[in-house]
């Protein structure tokens, strides 16, 4: 599988940003997908995971991110998106979406805090929130 991702940019505190991640090779509707970001300095994190084999009630979000930010699929295009609403300065990192490619019925959580067990990365885009 590879992965594309793309949408980021500098962005005012308030806006809004949506990422995009692009799939290819192998299609995203039974694995467990997610975004993560690394600031400088910083761990990778876990932002956003859903198991597309369980559906939306395996949608985790970190709680940094809770009620602002929104992760989709669209299956006829098989891509992934970010919506990213009302952003701070602290969201601010390198955004990467990931696929762990294999089926299970695990939340998105378990794998949203164990980056090391995903298979594929995109090659990150950099969101910066300054005003």
């Known amino acids: 599988v590879q992965l594309q991702a793309s949408g980021g940019g500098l962005v005012q505190p308030g806006g809004s940003l949506r990422l995009s991640c692009a799939a290819s090779?192998?299609?995203?509707?039974?694995?467990?997908i997610g975004w993560f970001r690394q600031a400088p300095g910083k761990e990778r994190e876990g932002v956003s995971c859903?198991?597309?084999?369980?559906?939306?009630?395996?949608?985790y979000y970190a709680d940094s991110v809770e009620d602002r930010f929104t992760i989709s699929r669209d299956s006829a295009k098989n891509t992934l998106y970010l919506q990213m609403n009302n952003v701070k300065p602290e969201d601010t990192g390198v955004y990467y979406c990931?696929?762990?490619?294999?089926?299970?019925?695990?939340?998105?959580?378990?794998?949203?805090?164990?980056?090391?067990?995903?298979?594929?990365w995109g090659q990150g885009t950099q969101v910066t929130v300054s005003s």
């Open positions: 090779g192998g299609t995203l509707d039974d694995y467990t």
């Open positions: 859903i198991n597309s084999a369980v559906g939306v009630r395996s949608t």
């Open positions: 990931a696929v762990y490619a294999t089926r299970t019925q695990d939340s998105g959580l378990f794998y949203c805090v164990r980056p090391f067990m995903f298979d594929y």
